[in-house]
């Protein structure tokens, strides 16, 4: 993990083939170093490859387990320098905006292409609280699809917020299919070990 404060949001790839390669030539043409992290599977931490912007920021490719999406995300000391260097990968990169995710998981009808947006807005989601990010995963977490609610149970992890408790403990309480309920146990529990309760 990275010794910085401040963390962006992923920005996710258009096309998912040489996304690592496309970040490696933007970052080569500026000359920044590259580290690699290998994975850690017993902690569930994905491999990552890190370039040093400066002595306070960095940009960091990794792919999320779950979507098979390629991301970059910039941790910095300084919230300034990671929202400036979060713009500057963005105008560098061919990366999804938040505005254009939103509108694809907008305008998708078939429960499978809504089960995979859903967990990609909220991979790509800001870290800080976001409501329209809340409110999206909060309708999921009540569809009548169960595999969209399965993927809302997931989508709950990537910015955890108290405000899914209570469909969380609904799920646990009164969903038909066992796994969903098994699922929203677990991540009520890791809520749990995190302090949020």
């Known amino acids: ?84 260097f979060l713009a500057h990968a963005e105008q560098h990169l061919d990366v999804f905006s938040r505005e254009e995710l939103l509108a694809v998981y907008g305008q998708a009808v078939e429960v499978d292409e809504r089960t995979g947006l859903l967990l990609m807005v909220a991979l790509g989601a800001p870290q800080e609280f976001d409501e ?3 409110a999206l995963i909060s309708a999921a977490l009540t569809d009548p699809a169960e595999d969209v609610r399965e993927a809302a149970i997931y989508a709950t992890s990537y910015t955890p917020c108290e405000r899914y408790l209570p469909l969380l403990e609904q799920i646990v309480r009164q969903d038909p299919p066992h796994q969903l309920r098994e699922d929203a146990k677990d991540i009520l529990a890791a809520y749990g070990e995190v302090g949020i309760r």
């Open 132 to 134: 329209t990010n809340v």
């Open 1 to 84: 993990m990275s010794p910085f404060e401040y963390r962006s949001r992923r920005l996710l790839f258009h096309r998912s083939a040489a996304a690592e390669e496309q970040v490696a030539g933007y970052a080569a043409s500026f000359g920044w170093p590259r580290t690699e992290v290998p994975a850690d599977e017993e902690a569930g931490i994905p491999r990552e490859v890190v370039w040093a912007i400066a002595s306070t920021v960095d940009v960091r490719y990794s792919v999320d387990d779950a979507t098979g999406s390629p991301y970059v995300f910039v941790t910095a000391a300084y919230r300034n320098q990671c929202q400036a």
